[in-house]
């Protein structure tokens, strides 16, 4: 995986495959990169694997430790997305999965998403990755928070001299 600049994301999206493996292997079921399905009114969603006959959709998360704000919301919109596709003629009885992990960005779902997940009936599960990998993401996002950071900065030093 190169790397291209601070705030690249392509370890994350990388290691979302280790962990639907991971999954596949705790479910007992090969899962396969889901790309678009397209969805009754003219719309698509699309999903990070599915299994081969269709009956389980996932969305996995690579996050190490705490969600933030808008990693929360991606997890709310996961939640209306895999809701909606239960809605569809046929897929009614899909197992609906999101993946993640991270014990502690699992337990950072709470409140009005969790429990939408729960009336949804989309289950929140977390895998185990291997340590060499969750340190690379670790490290990613160490780089990122720096990239956030010096951002943060240049906005205040452009509204002081404002």
């Not at 280790?18 to 399905?37: Q, T």
């Not at 190490?64 to 709310?76: F, T, V, W």
Request: hydrophobic letters at 45%.
């Amino acid at each position: 995986m190169t790397v291209n600049h601070q705030s690249d994301s392509s370890v994350q999206r990388g290691a979302e495959g280790a962990i639907v493996d991971a999954l596949g292997a705790l479910l007992g079921v090969p899962l396969n990169p889901g790309g678009a399905l397209k969805l009754s009114g003219g719309v698509s969603i699309q999903l990070d694997a599915r299994s081969a006959d269709g009956q389980i959709a996932v969305e996995a998360y690579a996050r190490q430790g705490r969600l933030k704000g808008a990693q929360l919301k991606k997890i709310a919109q996961d939640v209306l997305k895999l809701a909606l596709l239960r809605t569809e003629p046929g897929l009614e009885e899909v197992r609906t999965i999101i993946v993640f992990a991270s014990e502690e960005a699992l337990r950072s779902v709470t409140g009005w998403v969790k429990r939408a997940a729960e009336v949804f009936d989309v289950e929140l599960i977390v895998v185990e990755i291997d340590s060499e990998l969750r340190e690379m993401i670790l490290a990613t996002q160490e780089r990122q928070k720096m990239v956030n950071v010096a951002l943060d900065e240049a906005v205040g030093d452009i509204e002081a001299e404002g």
